[in-house]
């Protein structure tokens, strides 16, 4: 079964209130309509919510979003992460 991405994130960033995120870079190739932004992803988990007790444990995790473009509409994206890395991290896993 499938979770919607609102759905999993949600899940992530309860347990993370000091979650940010600091963009690394953004590029546009504009001939396919595609924009590339990379970040990296920080945060804390001190809050309730997440599967295991608060760790207190930080995790510093990069990753990047392939968006294809229809007009001025999202049609595709892709989002390239090493999840595993980042609940490792945060104790998780």
Same mark, same amino acid.
């Given at each position: ?31 396919? #309509?595609?924009? *590339? =932004? ?6 804390? !988990? ?8 608060? %760790? #207190?444990?930080? *995790? =510093? ?6 968006? !294809? ?8 994206? %892709? ?15």
């Amino acid at each position: 079964m499938s979770v919607p991405i609102c759905d999993w994130m949600k899940g992530l960033l309860t347990p993370v209130p000091d979650r940010r995120y600091q963009l690394t870079g953004f590029a546009l190739d504009e001939a396919r #309509g595609t924009v *590339v =932004a990379a970040a990296e992803f920080q945060g804390t !988990q001190t809050s309730e919510g997440g599967p295991v007790a608060p %760790t #207190g444990k930080a *995790v =510093a995790s990069e990753y990047a979003y392939v968006m !294809q473009f229809d007009g001025d509409k999202i049609s595709h994206m %892709t989002k390239i992460w090493n999840d595993v890395h980042a609940l490792r991290g945060l104790g998780w896993v």
